[in-house]
């Protein structure tokens, strides 16, 4: 069992920058950013794996960074230039995903779907 512990929400003006944290109790081989606005389907923002790899949603390319300090077992998402669409809870996620053989080496997968949630941290950014 995975906990996951949220930090660093809050409000800021448009434009402005705000950095979320997540320690994690036990694997990091997946870790994840989700949000979710109000009326709106939940969205994977950005996603780190245990091989180094990053993704992100095309919505935040070049303003949001995904990140991990092993030595604290913590995720960070740096969002910089913040907009008001921005606006949502956010949940860190963990899961162990899978390994696959690829071109003759191990690669780590990552789910859509994970299994350990944080509990949410709240960015608002007004205009």
């Known amino acids: 069992q995975v906990q996951l512990q949220e930090s660093g929400g809050g409000s800021v003006q448009s434009g402005g920058s705000l950095k979320l944290s997540c320690a994690a109790s036990?694997?990091?081989?997946?870790m994840a950013w989700f949000r979710q606005a109000p009326g709106k389907e939940r969205e994977a923002v950005a996603v780190l794996d245990s091989d180094g790899t990053t993704t992100y949603v095309d919505s935040v390319k070049g303003r949001f960074t995904i990140s991990l300090d092993n030595t604290k077992n913590t995720v960070y998402l740096q969002m910089n230039t913040l907009q008001p669409e921005d606006t949502a809870i956010y949940y860190c996620a963990e899961d162990p995903g899978a390994k696959i053989l690829r071109g003759g080496s191990w690669s780590q997968t990552c789910p859509e779907q994970y299994n350990f949630w944080g509990q949410g941290t709240q960015v608002t950014v007004s205009s």
């Open positions: 036990g694997d990091t081989r997946c």
